[in-house]
């Protein structure tokens, strides 16, 4: 089984590495005996994330989630970053593809399938939901300091 890689890490950040996006069937997520999901990962514990959790993960042609889930707190955002599937919210069923972004509620019913002939590639991530305040939109500081390339 493939091992996520830390690049780099200091007091204010880790750099981690999960190797080529095409290779991400390597992985196994075993939530139980019985619950054990091929091609993804979480990355946030490892990396340090505070504030909320990231996985990747590979749908091969003709697989899907096999389940809806519903979260207590957490919204999530999925980016797909190749392949074309399904995402089923709810009762309402639309097509996705490289480029699409879907944002779930904590209450919506989810699950994704690839009914395309290439992987399906996903980036999920979650954080608890309805926090983001006007106040952290302008959250940034731009700095002085000069970059050192």
């Not at 990396?47 to 697989?63: E, I, K, L, R, V």
Request: proline content about 4%; glycine content about 10%.
């Amino acid at each position: 089984m493939k091992q996520i890689e830390q690049i780099a890490s200091a007091v204010n950040f880790t750099a981690i590495d999960f190797g080529k996006l095409d290779e991400l069937n390597n992985y196994l997520l075993e939530l139980s005996p019985e619950v054990k999901i091929p091609g993804k990962v979480f990355g946030g514990a490892v990396c340090g994330a505070t504030g909320g959790d990231f996985s990747f993960q590979m749908f091969q042609p003709n697989t899907e989630t096999g389940f809806l889930h519903t979260h207590k707190t957490h919204e999530e955002l999925y980016f797909f970053l190749s392949g074309k599937g399904e995402f089923q919210v709810d009762d309402k069923i639309f097509p996705i593809q490289e480029g699409s972004v879907v944002r779930v509620a904590p209450n919506g019913k989810r699950s994704v399938r690839n009914n395309g002939t290439t992987p399906l590639i996903m980036l999920c991530v979650q954080y608890r939901g309805n926090t983001f305040t006007q106040e952290d939109a302008s959250d940034g500081v731009i700095l002085n300091d000069e970059v050192k390339w």
